[in-house]
């Protein structure tokens, strides 16, 4: 699997990737669950019974940025389910917080794996920061990772910091 060079934006943003034929979808919070249930939203996951879905979602909100609810995600996944358009998936959420999207509200009988960076009473915790690793460029000001990607991705590439 090749991971696509992801842009920062000012919202939270929905990297979708069909395992099977490597389509990549960028959405806005606007259109989230649109593009997993195909309404009012022009780009949209068309996926088979037979395909696998990888959902990566990394964003920390702004007090102007778009927003996307648990409730509003889990019905998603659950139309998406009920119309047999997948296999399987697997959902990676980086974000403070990030456990309130599926805590009590994700069925476990719809196969979908999920895993976040934090319990829904957390911070997650950034990662290759100025202050705390010599291995970021003195001229940074701000963190270059975030300890759960960074961790699943160099994990994932063999890649090891040491």
């Not at 069909?18 to 259109?31: A, E, H, K, R």
């Not at 403070?96 to 476990?108: A, W």
């Not at 719809?110 to 997650?124: G, L, P, V």
């Amino acid at each position: 699997m090749i991971l696509p060079t992801m842009k920062k934006t000012q919202c939270l943003e929905l990297y979708i990737i069909t395992l099977m034929d490597q389509m990549f979808i960028l959405v806005s919070p606007i259109g989230n669950t649109s593009a997993l249930t195909g309404v009012d939203h022009v780009k949209v996951l068309n996926t088979k019974s037979n395909d696998t879905i990888f959902i990566y979602m990394s964003g920390h909100a702004m007090p102007d940025s778009g927003q996307i609810w648990g409730d509003d995600l889990v019905n998603a996944l659950k139309k998406k389910h009920d119309a047999l358009a997948y296999k399987k998936m697997v959902i990676y959420i980086e974000s403070c917080y990030s456990g309130s999207m599926f805590e009590g509200i994700l069925p476990n009988n719809i196969n979908i794996y999920a895993t976040t960076a934090s319990n829904a009473h957390e911070d997650s915790y950034g990662f290759y920061c100025p202050d705390y690793s010599s291995n970021s460029p003195p001229f940074f000001t701000t963190c270059l990772g975030d300890l759960y990607s960074i961790s699943w991705m160099e994990d994932r590439y063999g890649l090891v910091v040491k």
